[in-house]
């Protein structure tokens, strides 16, 4: 696996916000893990669509997660993502979220790799090697260009 180590240094910006509600807490009164979880792999999967100019990319592994802080009802997280590596077919990102409220990191995740997908389901070369801040490689619509 030949992987493009993306230069360090940029660091993570922080996307996404959420509001922690009700339906997101466990029997402690925390936040629940698996909402979490789900929250990251979306906020991965819109980035990986960005960055390869894909819809079609699928989570392929999620490394080791330590959760070192929660939250409560009504705090408020933020969701930060960076690619650390474009391999050929793969995208490699860290993510970290952040209790905005405690200050307090809730928890890192090192490696997150999501896989770009043919039409036939199977992994595809994407091309890229560096990170864009633009949206210059979002996928268009299949209705853009017509009349
Ligand atoms: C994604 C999928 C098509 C890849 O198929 P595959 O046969 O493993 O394909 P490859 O062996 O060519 O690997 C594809 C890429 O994933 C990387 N990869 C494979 N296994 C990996 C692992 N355990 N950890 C990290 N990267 C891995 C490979 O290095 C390769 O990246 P590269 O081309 O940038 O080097 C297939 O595993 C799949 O469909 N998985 C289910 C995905 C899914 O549904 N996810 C949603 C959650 S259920």
Same mark, same amino acid.
């Given at each position: 696996?030949?992987? &493009?180590?993306?230069r360090?240094g940029?660091?993570?910006?922080? +996307?996404?916000?959420?509001w ?6 466990n029997?402690?009164?925390t936040?629940f ?23 079609? %990319?699928?989570t392929?592994?999620? #490394?080791?997660? *330590?959760?070192? =802080? &929660? =939250?409560?009802q009504?705090?408020?997280?933020e969701?930060?993502? !960076? ?5 050929? @077919?793969?995208? @490699?990102m860290?993510?970290? !979220? /952040?209790?905005? $409220? ?5 928890? @890192?995740?090192?490696?997150? %790799?999501? !896989? ?5 389901? /199977?992994a595809a070369?994407?091309?890229? #090697? #560096? $990170?864009? +801040?633009?949206? *210059?490689?979002?996928?268009? &619509?299949?209705?853009?260009?017509? *009349?």
């Open positions: 696996m030949t992987i &493009s180590r993306v360090q940029e660091g993570i910006n922080f +996307y996404s916000r959420k922690v509600r009700p339906e997101d807490l029997a402690n009164g936040l893990g698996g909402s979490l979880l789900r929250w990251i792999d979306e906020e991965a999967a819109i980035y990986a669509i960005i960055q390869l100019g894909n819809q079609r %990319v699928v392929k592994f999620i #490394s080791e997660i *330590d959760f070192e =802080a &929660s =939250a409560r009504g705090d408020l997280i969701m930060g993502l !960076v690619a650390v590596g474009f391999g050929r @077919t793969s995208v @490699t860290r993510a970290e !979220v /952040r209790n905005m $409220i405690t200050r307090k990191t809730i928890l @890192t995740i090192e490696r997150i %790799v999501f !896989v770009n997908l043919g039409p036939d389901g /199977r070369p994407h091309g890229y #090697s #560096s $990170i864009t +801040y633009d949206r *210059d490689r979002a996928p268009a &619509s299949a209705e853009q260009g017509k *009349d």
